[in-house]
């Protein structure tokens, strides 16, 4: 399974917003669609660091492509982080795999 593209958000502090991670996937070399698949996302603050804490991820599909939503923010349960720079990953219930990609980062100013 393969996954490309690395996009950047970026919210403000005070905001709470969802961010949207595009992912288009291939499996066994074609086009997979994964939204009818559990999907999580992460935060780290390096790569080194490994993900402590793995937040749901809801699926929306914008012109065709599907893309993993996710509340970032300290309002309505939204996953609050410090201000910086987060990488975001993504783990995708692909039974039997469970597939963790780096998918771009989301700053927070």
């Not at 999907?39 to 402590?52: I, M």
């Not at 923010?73 to 219930?93: D, F, M, Y």
């Not at 469970?98 to 927070?108: A, D, H, L, N, S």
Request: proline share 12%.
């Amino acid at each position: 399974m393969s996954v490309n593209d690395n996009p950047v958000a970026v919210v403000y502090r005070l905001s709470t917003e969802f961010i949207w991670v595009p992912v288009n996937l291939t499996r066994f070399g074609e086009p997979y669609d994964p939204t009818g698949n559990p999907v999580w996302l992460a935060f780290t603050e390096t790569p080194a660091d490994e993900p402590a804490v793995w937040n749901p991820g809801g699926w929306e599909t914008v012109d065709g492509t599907p893309s993993v939503t996710c509340l970032i923010g300290p309002a309505n349960s939204g996953v609050n982080l410090p201000v910086g720079e987060h990488l975001i990953w993504l783990k995708i219930q692909v039974d039997p795999e469970v597939p963790v990609f780096f998918r771009g980062y989301v700053r927070i100013t």
